[in-house]
């Protein structure tokens, strides 16, 4: 169901969940004290609760409210890519219910992108919003995508398709440097000019508590079996590029041209999704792609869509 802002505005209010557009993703929002909403997003979404959500705001005012520490490197991030596709995970205050943060001592923050949200989070104050997608299934990029996950009647803020497609980076400050906890709609080589260096990216050790609970998680996954790799590998659907050719015979669902990587991100996920909705069981996707930039990013999401390994 399509809703508009003071509709918005008013189910947040009364501590109702509804899905809001941004320039990576779909979310799922709740107000940041509507303790039943956020449980309401966990038993939506069935995302096991020691996966923490993103604390969304529109000013950067808000966030030192909600944070105890803002190092300076951390307002140099902020002040060249917010409102953008970056969240900073930052040691928080306990004004934050430990809920959101799944017990952690840290938040994660962001200043969403898209004119329609920041509207609405100027009247409705600080929101969480994970991903607007069943736990383990692609993202949102569009309200059709929303509703497919959530029901024809699910309340969703139409702000149109997403203009980048992927999530946001996420940066968190651990050991004396800023890492990358998740890849994301800006490159590592991104922050460069502010760091001074290319943050590199966590990994996950094994028996550790992970830094960024999300990343045990099996992601971005249709149900088809994905073949990634260079060559063609027979099977029942190609994933690959407008300006290539394919063996004849197989359907191709495009996702861009392969010099145009904001394109093939702005369509992964629906791409993925087509997957399910034509009950595709098998396809090769052409991995003949640079490991840079953003690349890397939609790399790693193949990757986990592709895994049979994390759950
Ligand atoms: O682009 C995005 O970031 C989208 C839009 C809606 O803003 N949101 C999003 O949320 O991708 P979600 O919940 O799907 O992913 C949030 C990620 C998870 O991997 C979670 O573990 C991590 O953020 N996260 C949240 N709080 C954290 C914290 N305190 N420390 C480390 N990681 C955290
Ligand atoms: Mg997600």
Redesign the pocket.
Known sequence: MRIDIPEAVSLLKNGEVVA?P?E?????AAGLYREEAVDKIFKLKN?PLN????I?TDSLEEIELLSCDFPKEARDLAEAFWPG?L?L?LP?KDNIPEK???G?P???F?I?NHPLTLKLLKSVGPVV?????LSGRP?ATTPEHVEEDFGENFPVLDGGACIRG???T?L?YHEGSWEV??L??IPAEAFFDILGYIPGVLKLKKGENP?????LYRHYAPKAHLALSEEFVPCQVIIGYSNRKYPEGYEVLHLGHSDNPIEVSQNLYSVLRKLDQQNIDSAWVDMRIPNEGIWSTIIERLQKAASTEIK
């Open positions: 809001i941004s990576t993703v779909y979310g799922l995302r996966n923490p959500l993103i969304h596709p969240t995970v928080c959101i943060r799944a952690l840290t938040a994660a962001r969403p919003a994970p991903s607007a997608n993202s992927l999530e946001s996420i968190g906890y998740r994301g709609a830094l960024c609970p999300g990343q």
